[in-house]
Each structure stands twice: as structure tokens, then as C-alpha cells.
């Protein structure tokens, strides 16, 4: 039976070390980091990349996916080409992308067709290098609505162009349900957390709501937790059991 794979985003624990990382994944029984390219993973650090290799063959886990801070629109796609080449590295065709410098409702017609033209852009590099681009689900980007990310999604047009998901915050769950079911043929991974407003609180918490997402998703791609409710990589074993119990 198709299960999702567990891991975790480095982002949660800035603070701590590659190694602090990897050793705290693997005693929580996940599988997988999605390792960020803002502090653990830079791009064009080819050193600090080996480390990481070395930890995940030493720890036993892998790399779900690279968790870049490239926004299309925002970035020259020129630079592109080198946080593939990094993904690559770290052993993953997956890239999370941040979509657009603003909120869907900003864009007008014209700006929005030239930022789809962007992104084609962007899915043939994809699609020549045999990666997958995904999106990230959120506010402030063009992906800030299920039907401003289903546009996208149909407008592109690619295998190789395709989504996260995660909760929008401060909206009921039923709003969430929606654009779940909307987007779900497109996603690949999920970034998975539970805030009431702006508060992050433990994923026990959110079980009954998480339960109703995932009947969106087909159990492929990982669950990937993001923030832990106090910031403490302690915390971890504590959120993976529940993240376990999810998958």
C-alpha cells in the first residue's frame, strides 16, 4: 500500500546544525529533509552540500526535496540552472519555488500572461533538466487562491510544473478543504503544521482537521513538517510521532 514519506523542513531549525538536523530526524523515526537553501543547503556551496550528502548516507535518510527561496518573477531565471544543479547534489528532482512578488488579486491580465509566460519558461528548463518545480501554496504569491494556482496549473501545462499544498491560516478548514480538492492532481508534496491564527500549536491538535485534508491527496509524495510549536528541535520526536500517525 502507497504510503506518504515523513520528513521534515531544515527551516523549522534554522538555529541548529546540518548534523543537529539529520541526527534529530533520524531518531524520530522520519525519512526525509526537505533541506532550505536560505541557511542549511546555499546554493553553489558544493562543500557544505557534500556534508549534507555524507549525513543523510550516515543517518539513513534521504532528500525529499530542496526547499529554495527562488521566486519566478522575482529571480533571474539564468539563476535557475544552479539551484538545480544543487538539488541534484542532494539527491532530489523536486524544487519548491516561491511563485510571483504579490497576491493574485494584484496582477492585472496583461502582468499575469507575462508572468505565465514566465513560468513556461521556467517548466522548459524543468523539463530539459528532468526536475520538478513546484509551488509553493501562499499568501502574498500568484498561488494565494485554488483558483489563481489552477490557472496557473492549466496555463503552464507541464509534468514538470507543478505544486505544494498547506493550510491557509486564519480560514476555515472547509475553505482549505476546497482548495485541496482543486489543486490535488498537481501537488506532490505537503507542508504540514497546525495554527489557530498566529499561533503555532502542536500537531495533536490539528489531527482531526489533517485527517480531513489527506482524503484529498493520494499517500504518494512526503508530509513535511513545517514550525514546531515551540521552535525547539526537542519537540520533533513529539511532532513525528503524530506526522506518523497522519501518513
Known sequence: MNKFKCGVCSISFRANSVREVAQ?????????????SDVHAPCNDP?????????????????????????????????????????????????RLWCGTKGSADYTPEEKQDFFEECKKAAAIAEAEDVRLCMECHNGTLTDTADSALEL??????????????????VSVEHNM???????????????????NSEKRP????????????????????????FMPDDSIDSLKREAQTLLGLA
Open 153 to 170: 496549473m492549466k496555463a503552464v501545462d507541464s509534468p514538470n510544473f507543478l505544486m505544494y499544498w498547506q493550510p491557509t491560516l486564519r
Open 178 to 196: 476546497n482548495y485541496a480538492r482543486l489543486i490535488s492532481p498537481y501537488v506532490v508534496n505537503l507542508h504540514v503544521y497546525h495554527w489557530v
Open 24 to 36: 534529530a530526524v533520524s531518531e524520530a523515526g522520519l525519512d526525509c529533509v526537505e533541506w532550505g
Open 203 to 226: 500537531l495533536e491538535e490539528g489531527k482531526a482537521d489533517w485527517l480531513q485534508y489527506l482524503t484529498c491527496f493520494e499517500p504518494k509524495g512526503a508530509m513535511l513538517l513545517e
Open 47 to 95: 562543500e557544505k552540500i557534500a556534508e549534507i550528502v555524507a549525513l543523510q548516507e550516515e543517518y539513513g535518510i534521504s532528500c525529499s526535496s530542496y526547499g529554495t527561496y527562488f521566486r519566478l518573477g522575482g529571480n533571474n531565471l539564468d539563476e535557475l540552472c544552479d539551484y538545480i544543479t544543487t538539488a541534484k547534489a542532494l539527491g532530489t528532482d523536486i524544487l
